[in-house]
């Protein structure tokens, strides 16, 4: 959520279950801009539900990934995301810095649902100069082994981050850039992925809840070819397709369910523990998944609610050549983890 000083060039690495994805952002000038992008894909097996199958080929893919942006001197941040990030805003008692560590310490005990000894833990004072008895703290907790295992897998592909980010403050950041409008009042983010679905859920500007939907791309893939006798190939032609064809309408009916249950849930469950957030007002949704012709669409019908792409480069300068040959609107949804972990200037 914070940018740290200022350097040149930081570059910003997403590694998801079908695609490494690394941005490079230049901040020496008055606004920060996008210089190169590089998409290497991934075996569809390498990483299945969040877990690295084959160790070696994803490592290979991140080395191909930096190699390929050919810069010096990397200021890289990376990223943890999943079911095993917490982040939570709380209410504290108001205390002085020297004893904020050890209260939120004390308060992460009753609202992270894990081993506190078995936790990286941080938070950030949201309102440090208010004068109320009481602030609000945004507090992230991460599981220690997903870090170290997160930590061994760029080491092996010969890197170092200089920034462990989390998902859901790195779509925060490019969200915000390009969307500050939307930093007022109750929005969602959906990043759909290729196999699960990031639910981001802010109040005022401030990620308030997290979740993962067990939805993606793969699921509409893999439900053509069963029930249409599509090809691997056709299937993901339909999905990554322009044009909404009848075979995409029971498969969007049914994954689109899935993902506004989910984000019914969310709100369920911010109604039930606190009284002071409004409903969504509207839905932004990024990712391969955004892409799907007549998804968004059928959410907005369904949750009656405005639902419209997100587009991490609608207010990013991009110089001439930084996508090289990709296809600006096929690739801007699959920017905005990246982009969003390349706005953190290093320190």
Not at 53 to 63: E, F, G, L, P
Not at 315 to 327: K, Q
Request: aromatic share 4%; net charge negative; hydrophobic share 45%.
């Amino acid at each position: 959520m914070q940018l740290f000083g200022r350097k040149k060039t930081t570059i910003g690495l997403d590694i998801g279950s079908g695609l490494v994805k690394a941005a490079v952002i230049d901040h020496a000038g008055a606004t920060p801009e996008l210089t190169k992008v590089v998409i290497t894909p991934l075996n569809e097996n390498a990483i299945v539900e969040g877990e690295v199958m084959d160790h070696a080929m994803v490592a290979d893919a991140i080395r191909q990934t930096m190699e390929a942006i050919g810069v010096k001197k990397q200021d890289i941040v990376a990223a943890v995301g999943g079911r095993d990030v917490i982040v939570k805003k709380i209410q504290v008692e108001r205390v002085k810095d020297a004893q904020a560590q050890e209260l939120i310490r004390w308060e992460a005990e009753q609202h992270v649902p894990f081993d506190m000894d078995s936790v990286e833990l941080d938070h950030q004072i949201l309102d440090p100069d208010g004068d109320s008895l009481e602030m609000n703290v945004l507090l992230v907790a991460a599981k220690r082994e997903l870090v170290e295992n997160k930590r061994t897998l760029l080491t092996d592909a010969g890197v170092t981050p200089t920034i462990m980010d989390v998902d859901a403050f790195a779509l925060h950041n490019a969200f915000a850039m390009n969307y500050p409008d939307a930093m007022q009042g109750v929005v969602a983010l959906l990043n759909i992925g290729n196999e699960v679905t990031s639910l981001n859920i802010l109040d005022d500007g401030v990620p308030i809840l997290t979740r993962d939907l067990t939805v993606g791309t793969r699921r509409l893939r893999e439900d053509l070819q069963r029930d249409h006798g599509l090809s691997a190939e056709d299937a993901e032609q339909l999905v990554r397709g322009f044009d909404r064809t009848p075979s995409l309408n029971n498969v969007i009916a049914t994954r689109g369910e899935e993902l506004a249950i989910g984000l019914e849930r969310a709100m369920s469950f911010l109604a039930s523990s606190s009284r002071h957030y409004g409903s969504v007002r509207a839905v932004f949704a990024c990712g391969g998944g955004a892409r799907t012709p007549g998804l968004l669409p059928w959410l907005g019908e369904r949750l009656r609610m405005p639902v419209q792409p997100a587009n991490p480069l609608a207010r990013l300068t991009v110089r001439e050549g930084a996508l090289e040959f990709m296809a600006t609107d096929e690739v801007a949804p699959l920017l905005m983890l990246p982009v969003g972990l390349a706005l953190r200037s290093v320190a």
